[in-house]
């Protein structure tokens, strides 16, 4: 830090030079410079190289030809790509909703064993992925039999099916598994949000006779708004990262038949290789810009339109 | 009175509710260690059973307990993750500060700057990050596995600390200015005390990938005096496939230290968001 401040120190001469925003800064910014970014670039720069005659050399977007023009890469791409979609929304269709209706729950004042509640439901987030996939592989198993027991109390179990092993189910049950993982997140996020509500506001809402359900709607989720905004961009790119559980439960193949193959396992597969299919290293950087491109749409429709449209409240 | 009674049903259906979701969340690690203490007849002709002096059984522990450190692996778990997690928040709320307090040349680029690791996954990365760590000597060891989750959970912690750090009221930081505090001071009592439930809802965001990763101890500290528990369970689990007893049993091993650090930490937890919320 020293040397970087006397060659700075030119500045200085022009105007009081605010040395604490560059100690503030500095710390976070080396670590993650050197050790995030550079070599996320490095491997970004390689989607533009690959191996020709035995040769490492530029071939500019010839990569990304074979990835859209041939047959076989492009219906392996599609299908990852549409699955991550309907991963995504399902996340978005049940695991939020449930964590805000838990977190609200959760905030309600003088609620009796709401700390217990809190822990307990947080606990499954905590688990490692390759904890949580073994303990549902097990239980979803048909040679254990715990699910359709359990689903027999209730008068279901007709219902009962390998879903982990049907091509038209095994996405949905994956995704559901993971919900049941990560819907701590959610709940905790807008729990803290609930609970940084002023107590004038809510006051002055019962005064003026605004109370449960319609109090709920029309103060508190307004005012956590900026949280359900963040939980929801935190969870597309962690869907669009997703890999670890479906290789734990379906393997790298990400079976049965490719039907819970995402993005993140054909990057896997592609880049580190798998059986007999060799890892391609260039093609793997190929769709690893890929993935950031459709990240990177994302997070800027949430910064640039979501975010700006939010109003912020400060009490 | 009615409305007394309404109040009541309603409290009423909340715990219902609650009660309902926390079984749903804790009957899978439940029925994973109950089954862990079970002999192999037992795990399949009733499931749902705790175990009984008929039933019990330590086969499965004895079976993963010959091979391997588990207790080593817990302390570099330990290690990695506490230390990388102190590092993100320190280094994140310092980096907060500065973005959200101070208006200067490059700021909005900056935070822009420090978000894109929220975006991009490090392990997109890897390749890279294993020829660093290979050319600076440190494969194999923990200081490796925690460069890179500082750098992995930086950003959201930036990002998150610098949202609750723009509620914390400017009244507050000028009163502090026009007491003679230093910017330091401002940062470190007046601010970091104030944003203590953010720091708690960061710590666990970051702790959880962090403990939870598989992909950098196997890439990066794959030796045996390296190893995280995380690693060490899939290695366990890997071998044990069709042996019921020993699956089950390793899994509620990989359970059982994040239960402690969950009891311990979920205290602190609770405690930072009811003791100072930004009022």
């Known amino acids: 830090m020293k040397p970087r401040e006397t060659t700075l120190e030119v500045g200085e001469l022009k105007r009081p030079r605010r040395w604490h925003i560059l100690v503030f800064l500095l710390p976070a910014l080396i670590v993650y410079t050197a050790v995030m970014i550079l070599p996320l670039i490095e491997t970004l720069r390689q989607s533009f190289y690959n191996t020709v005659d035995g040769q490492y050399a530029f071939v500019g977007l010839g990569n990304f030809k074979v990835l859209f023009g041939d047959p076989r890469w492009a219906a392996d791409f599609w299908n990852a790509l549409r699955n991550n979609f309907v991963f995504f929304l399902i996340h978005m269709a049940v695991q939020n909703p449930i964590g805000i209706a838990l977190a609200a729950m959760l905030s309600i004042p003088k609620l009796r064993f709401s700390a217990f509640y809190r822990t307990a439901i947080f606990l499954p987030t905590l688990l490692s992925f390759v904890i949580v996939g073994f303990i549902w592989k097990l239980i979803l198993s048909p040679i254990w039999g715990v699910a359709p027991y359990l689903m027999d109390l209730v008068w279901l179990k007709w219902l009962f099916a390998p879903w982990l092993g049907r ?86 193949l990400a079976g049965p038949d490719g039907s819970t193959d995402i993005l993140g396992t054909l990057l896997y597969r592609t880049f580190f290789g798998f059986q007999l299919q060799l890892g391609d290293r260039s093609m793997g950087a190929t769709i690893a810009a890929i993935m950031f491109l459709i990240i990177l749409a994302g997070v800027s429709l949430y910064l640039f339109v979501i975010q700006r449209r939010m109003r912020r409240y400060q009490f | 009175m009615s409305k007394a009674r309404t109040s009541f049903a309603r409290t009423g259906a909340v715990h219902v509710a609650l009660i309902a979701y926390t079984l749903v969340a804790l009957f899978p690690v439940f029925l994973t260690i109950a089954n862990s203490f079970k002999s192999r007849n037992a795990i399949f002709r009733e499931p749902l059973a705790i175990p009984t002096p008929e039933t019990f059984s330590l086969i499965g522990y004895e079976t993963v307990l010959k091979q391997g450190d588990f207790i080593g692996y817990f302390q570099n778990s330990v290690v990695v993750t506490v230390v990388s997690i102190a590092l993100v928040l320190l280094f994140g709320a310092m980096a907060a500060f500065a973005l959200s307090e101070y208006r200067f040349r490059g700021n909005t680029l900056m935070g822009l700057y420090l978000a894109l690791g929220i975006m991009i996954p490090i392990r997109l990365g890897t390749v890279a990050i294993l020829q660093g760590m290979v050319a600076t000597n440190l494969v194999n060891t923990l200081t490796a596995l925690i460069l890179v989750y500082t750098a992995q959970g930086l950003p959201l912690a930036v990002f998150i600390l610098s949202e609750f750090m723009r509620t914390v009221s400017d009244d507050l930081k000028n009163a502090g200015r026009i007491d003679g505090l230093s910017e330091y001071a401002i940062f470190f009592r007046l601010v970091l005390p104030l944003i203590r439930p953010a720091m708690a809802t960061v710590a666990v965001f970051t702790m959880i990938p962090i403990w939870n990763d598989l992909w950098f101890p196997l890439i990066l500290a794959p030796a045996e005096t390296t190893k995280t528990v995380t690693l060490g369970s899939q290695i366990f689990i890997g071998q044990f496939v069709t042996n019921w007893n020993a699956v089950l049993s390793a899994l509620s091993l990989a359970i059982f230290p994040v239960l402690v650090l969950y009891v311990i930490f979920s205290r602190q937890l609770i405690r930072g968001i009811t003791a100072g919320a930004v009022k």
Do not use: C
Request: no cysteine; proline share 6%.
């Open chain 1, 167 to 252: 091509p038209d189910s095994a996405l949905i049950a994956v995704s559901l598994i993971s919900v049941w993982q990560y819907v701590g997140i959610p709940m905790m996020l807008i729990y803290a949000a609930l609970l940084n509500i002023p107590d004038e506001v809510i006051e002055a809402a019962e005064l003026d006779g605004v109370t449960g359900w319609s109090q709920f709607w029309k103060i508190k989720l307004p005012l956590v708004l900026p949280a359900i905004g963040i939980v929801s961009i935190l969870t597309f790119v962690g869907n669009f990262n997703a890999f670890d559980l479906i290789y734990t439960v379906q393997g790298a």
